[in-house]
């Protein structure tokens, strides 16, 4: 595992279980509203809590992933469980 993704398992925590599927049902309404409210939501939270980069950083390696891989993996449907972490490897 690499240090990312052992650090968000760490951070898997009651109250993300308890947020997950307000968050889940959120995503599924923010999605058809397209990338440019997708890019302001990651602006805003990059820019709110000075990490920036580090959402620039996370959002080109989701950027690589294909529809193919997405789908053989699962990750296309939304299940109220820990996610999937997505690696730089």
Do not use: F, H
Not at 32 to 48: S, T, W, Y
Not at 53 to 75: C, H, M, Q
Request: hydrophobic share 50%; charged share 25%; with cysteine.
């Amino acid at each position: 595992m690499n240090p990312d993704a052992a650090w968000l398992a760490r951070k898997w925590e009651a109250e993300t279980v308890r947020l997950l599927p307000r968050m889940e049902r959120a995503a599924l309404q923010v999605q058809p509203l397209g990338a440019r409210v997708v890019l302001e939501l990651l602006l805003e939270i990059g820019l709110a809590n000075d990490c920036l980069p580090d959402v620039a950083e996370r959002l080109a390696r989701y950027s690589a992933l294909t529809p193919e891989l997405v789908r053989a993996t699962g990750a296309d449907r939304m299940v109220s469980r820990r996610p999937l972490l997505v690696s730089a490897r």
